[in-house]
């Protein structure tokens, strides 16, 4: 006899999480657009994006391509990351990608901001 013919209760498939671009509408965010590129918790980690070249007289950096559908204009990310709350009120933009070379970019980004998290030895 194999088993004891009790079913294993499958368990929930977590949903893989993947990196888009959300509006959200805040006092810090003030309706730019950001990248989320991952939650913890009740809390999203995003980069801004802009099309200013500084923000708060720190320099952004340029993107290849603006990840905004049709738009041609310059943009730039924000070397800072932040993080918001998932309840804050947010609109999720649909068409907007970043280019190969931009994800790169913008990985650099992501690794030097964790690492400044971690503590040192």
Avoid: C
């Avoid at 977590?14 to 006092?27: D, L």
């Avoid at 804050?88 to 980004?109: A, Y």
């Amino acid at each position: 006899m194999l088993g004891s013919g009790k079913k294993k209760k499958a368990t929930p498939k977590k949903k893989r999480f993947q990196r888009h671009f959300r509006k959200f509408h805040s006092k810090e965010t003030t309706g730019h657009p950001s990248y989320v590129y991952d939650e913890k918790g009740n809390v999203y980690k995003v980069l801004g994006v802009t099309s200013a070249s500084q923000t708060n007289e720190v320099l952004n950096i340029k993107l290849e391509r603006n990840p905004e559908p049709g738009n041609t204009d310059p943009a730039y990310v924000q070397p800072k990351a932040k993080n918001i709350p998932k309840g804050t009120k947010n609109k999720k933009l649909k068409g907007w990608k970043l280019s190969d070379k931009d994800k790169q970019t913008v990985q650099e980004i992501i690794d030097k901001n964790e690492k400044k998290k971690k503590p040192g030895r």
